[in-house]
């Protein structure tokens, strides 16, 4: 495999690029992760979302401990080379660590947050085995 | 107008997060730009998408040139509270200074990106005055 397409990536100073996980069919947003070039090799290869944790530096399988795995079926790039633009298939309808379907479970009413989506699945439950 | 609601988002070191427009009613991902505190909060009090422009540094009123401004519908944001998502409604049908309807338009097809999506518009036609 050639790296001239991994290289067509205007990756930024920190080696990053924000992707977004967008539901095959439903179109919802589901989250927002960050790749580099390993993790998105990596998603490539296995054609499962791989992402770079920023809080614990390292690649991050989605779904490697709730079992929550996202299923790529396209990867999109914007005009300016720096966004990713994934369209998943979200195994158990969770993507969010919180047990929610979507991670912007969370609108803005007036002046305030308000949650907007139930959680699906305790979390507890989710990734305490 | 309080400003809890501003500081209840996580903004990065450099003052920014990103934001998403998704168009309303289709769902497709439009573009994604960088929001600072004033971005977000023009973007609330105006209506129509603010975003701060990393490579001019400043406050860039989406369409404010091209006039393909984009209404707000709703604000989301999602649960580490470093990503935006607006619904928007987006006028006059494009979203990118390429002219084309998303900024999306290319796609990963083994190892290649393939521009998927037709110019609409020559941009020296929309931002040529």
Partial sequence: MT?????????ARDGLVPAIAQEAGTGKVLMVGWMNREALSKT???GEAVYWSRSRKKLWRKGEESGHVQRV????????????L??????GGIACHTGRYSCFFR???????????????????IYEK
Avoid at 3 to 11: A, F, G, Q, R, Y
Avoid at 86 to 91: A, D, S
């Fill in 44 to 46: 490539v290869q296995s």
């Fill in 86 to 91: 994934l369209e998943v298939e979200q195994v």
């Fill in 73 to 84: 079926k396209s990867i999109r790039l914007d005009c300016d080379e720096d966004v990713i």
């Fill in 107 to 125: 609108k803005l009413d007036g002046e305030q947050w308000v949650v907007t989506d139930p959680v699906v699945k305790d979390p507890r439950d």
């Fill in 3 to 11: 790296e001239d397409w991994l290289n067509k990536v205007n990756w």
